[in-house]
Nanobody, 127 residues
């Protein structure tokens, strides 16, 4: 059974950096595409970043493009999200997700493309 487990969340001050991790269990090999999503209180879940594992092509939400970096370690079967210069509006529950169907193109942030999801990790940024 595939399981994704996020870690690394917490409460920080604005301007701080946090690195989230997402470890994949129960799957042989690596998924073709992986992504990070977040959901703030009272808001819909939104895509934050995604990565094609084969060529490391990356996609980002516009508001995080110059501050966040998504990466993946094949050997550790782990996805990362390095978040720098955090702002209060980055507060939310962060989820990782995976899929082997990477035909989403510009629709990379649509949740329906992703098959497996983690339970989420809370990130709270104080002003």
């Amino acid at each position: 059974q595939v399981q994704l487990v996020e870690s690394g969340g917490g409460s920080v001050q604005g301007g701080a950096s946090v690195r989230l991790s997402c470890k994949v269990f129960g799957y042989t090999g690596n998924f073709e595409c992986m992504g990070w999503f977040r959901q703030a209180p009272g808001k819909e879940r939104e895509g934050v970043a995604a990565i094609y594992i084969s060529d490391r092509r990356q996609y980002y939400l516009g508001s995080v493009r110059d501050r966040f970096t998504v990466s993946q370690d094949n050997a550790k079967n782990t996805l990362y999200l390095q978040m720098n210069s955090l702002k209060p509006e980055d507060t939310g529950i962060y989820y990782c997700a995976t899929t082997n169907d990477c035909r989403f193109g510009s629709q990379w942030s649509a949740s329906s493309w992703y098959d497996y999801w983690g339970q989420g990790t809370q990130v709270t940024v104080a002003s």
